[in-house]
């Protein structure tokens, strides 16, 4: 996210705030594409062929219904093939696994063996193995260019270093297609370029014969034991210390688990500005981090440098080991160093870089695909003086972390699936909302700032508070209208689940253990896991409705619909209601007869 792209002085604000609302191009559709704005000053439109999205609530038959444990494989591929009229031969399991209340197929669409990186689909069966949830956006080309490289991988290399300011990584290239808004599939070589220093990160799609870059993957989300329990939002609420605060289900050899006295550990590894090898290591023994910060005096004193990252290390895995109670595991593609052979890739824990130097008022989180690890960098921000440090600001930590929820559950472990810039907005808003959640600590539900410390402003950074009321936020579904910039279409999204979460609190009360027990019935249980839930089954580059029905279904699948017209009443007192429509943004108060 962008915590200072948009409110980088206050005098600003508005007017920055009116250019996240500026028209588009023509062409231009916020569901569909995206704008990047690369090395001097380029200019790259993307385009991601629209996803259909079907529910099906109970559950329909697949063509191998009738088979005794039919594979899982098998059975996406074959409903797929039905469902949407494709050989089977054009479809290329990607990756797939079985949640607590439902069962997961992502695949890419092929042509002559050669995947259409940015045409993908996903099928979900429930535990009755039925059928529930479908999205895709497979493509139907009218051109496909030769599947015969005219120019080297080497010159390609080239040409995306140059284009993006970065260099090629480790990871392999690839040779694939890309669908474009012309309808003809383009061979492109495909590769990761980085850059460490600026924090930018891609997959570069090269075309193979006239040498074009015509399509990027931009894995970063960027932001416009002495520590603060994660239901304080910043350090104005006072430090506590913990005494063994990891879940020994969700990290069951702790925190520590690789035997080192630092803050290296088997989820994350925290780190001061670039270098991973200035770590914090214990004030005393054995594990002990007691370092307390002081206000008075610059954030980058040793003592405080100490303090943001035991704050950043305790966050970090307070916020894994909530999101493994609730089903972003190792076969849901979470980062973990060891996988403790529970499936997924591993060796990706999350690297955390605390009073990071390559700027300021900012914080931002880079999600590769399952089994590369991410990067959290965390700046110091210069509103006043003292600094003072976003490691010190649990909301913006919360935030960071859940774009890599967001970003590797759906799509299934791509990275790849919130690109347009619709999906990049339901981003930042999942994040806020997340980050909303960590913070509650009792069954009121009071409006919500976020990055009011940092700002050192009362507002914080977003245009308004989250609330219920209408007077105080008044954004609805037709808010959305010519809002084209991912943090200010977040807002609307993040605004409604607040709806949700009040909703749902005020309907079925509040638990305290949430964070360590999600097998209550209480509301901001099931708020958790419908939001979880509701990521694997959405298709890629979801739409605000896609994401609204996945919640839906989400319910149907866990709580046999138990809740199904709380939430539309919900969605439809924001004008997300049935009859809303994906392009033309006018609100439906429309709900279900029976509700």
């Known amino acids: 996210m962008t915590f200072s792209t948009r409110l980088a002085t206050f005098a600003v604000l508005s007017a920055i705030y009116c250019q996240g609302l500026a028209a588009p191009a023509s062409k231009f559709r916020a569901e569909t594409h995206n704008v990047h704005v690369l090395a001097r000053g380029l200019e790259l439109q993307t385009f991601h062929p629209p996803s259909t999205f079907k529910t099906f609530g109970a559950g329909v038959d697949h063509p191998l219904s009738k088979r005794d444990n039919p594979d899982l494989k098998e059975s996406a591929i074959s409903f797929l093939q039905s469902h949407l009229g494709v050989n089977p031969e054009t479809i290329s399991y990607k ?33 009755k193995s039925k059928v529930v949830a479908i999205g895709s956006s497979f493509v139907t080309p009218n051109y496909i260019a030769s599947a015969a490289p005219s120019i ?132 005393s023994e054995p594990l002990n981090f007691i370092y307390k910060q002081d206000p008075t005096i610059q954030p980058t004193e040793q003592v405080n440098v100490d303090a943001a990252r035991t704050n950043a290390f305790y966050l970090v895995n307070t916020v894994h080991d909530i999101m493994y109670r609730y089903g972003f595991t190792e076969s849901s593609f979470n980062f973990q160093t060891s996988n403790f052979d529970k499936g997924g890739k591993a060796n990706d824990p999350v690297q955390v870089s605390v009073q990071n130097s390559a700027g300021f008022n900012n914080a931002d989180f880079a999600t590769p695909p399952d089994g590369q690890m991410p990067l959290m960098r965390m700046f110091l921000w210069n509103f006043i003086q003292p600094m003072r440090d976003g490691s010190l600001e649990n909301d913006i930590l919360a935030h960071e972390n859940a774009h890599g929820l967001t970003n590797r559950m759906t799509g299934g472990g791509t990275a790849a699936c919130l690109q347009t810039t619709e999906a990049r907005g339901l981003g930042e808003g999942w994040s806020d909302a997340f980050a909303e959640w960590t913070e509650h600590d009792s069954a009121a539900v009071p409006d919500y700032l976020m990055g009011t410390y940092v700002m050192n402003w009362p507002l914080g950074s977003r245009s308004r508070a989250y609330s219920t009321s209408m007077t105080i936020n008044p954004m609805t579904y037709a808010s959305r209208k010519n809002r084209n910039e991912p943090h200010v279409l977040g807002e609307v999204w993040a605004n409604l689940l607040h709806n949700v979460y009040a909703k749902l609190v005020g309907a079925l009360g509040w638990s305290a253990t949430a964070s360590t027990d999600p097998s209550g019935s209480e509301g901001n249980v099931v708020f958790l896991h419908l939001f979880i839930d509701a990521l694997a089954l959405q298709p890629c580059n979801p739409t605000f409705l896609d994401a609204r029905d996945a919640w839906i279904q989400a319910d149907a699948n866990r709580y046999n619909g138990a809740h199904r017209c709380l939430l539309w009443n919900v969605f439809a007192s924001r004008g997300f209601g049935m009859d809303a429509e994906v392009g033309s943004y006018i609100n439906s108060d429309t709900i279900p007869n029976d509700c």
């Open 95 to 127: 990756s797939g696994y079985v949640g607590e209340t439902a069962k997961h197929v992502y695949v890419k669409q092929t042509h002559n063996g050669i995947p259409v990186a940015n045409a993908v689909a996903n099928v979900a069966f429930n535990d």
């Open 152 to 283: 080297s991988l080497k010159k390609a290399i080239s040409i995306a270093e140059d284009a993006l300011d970065g260099t090629h990584n480790e990871q392999p290239p690839s040779v694939q297609y890309i669908a474009k808004d012309d309808g003809s599939l383009v061979l492109t070589h495909s590769m990761q370029i980085q850059n460490k220093t600026k924090g930018t990160w891609y997959d570069a799609f090269v075309d193979a014969h006239s040498g074009e870059l015509v399509h990027v993957t931009d894995f970063v989300s960027k932001a416009s034991y002495l520590v603060l329990p994660i239901q304080k939002q910043n350090l104005t609420l006072g430090f506590e210390t913990l005494t063994d605060p990891s879940d020994a289900v969700s990290s069951p050899l702790g925190w520590h688990s690789d035997g080192k006295t630092n803050y290296a550990g088997n989820n994350a590894i925290v780190f001061k500005d670039a270098s991973t090898d200035s770590l914090t290591t214990a004030s």
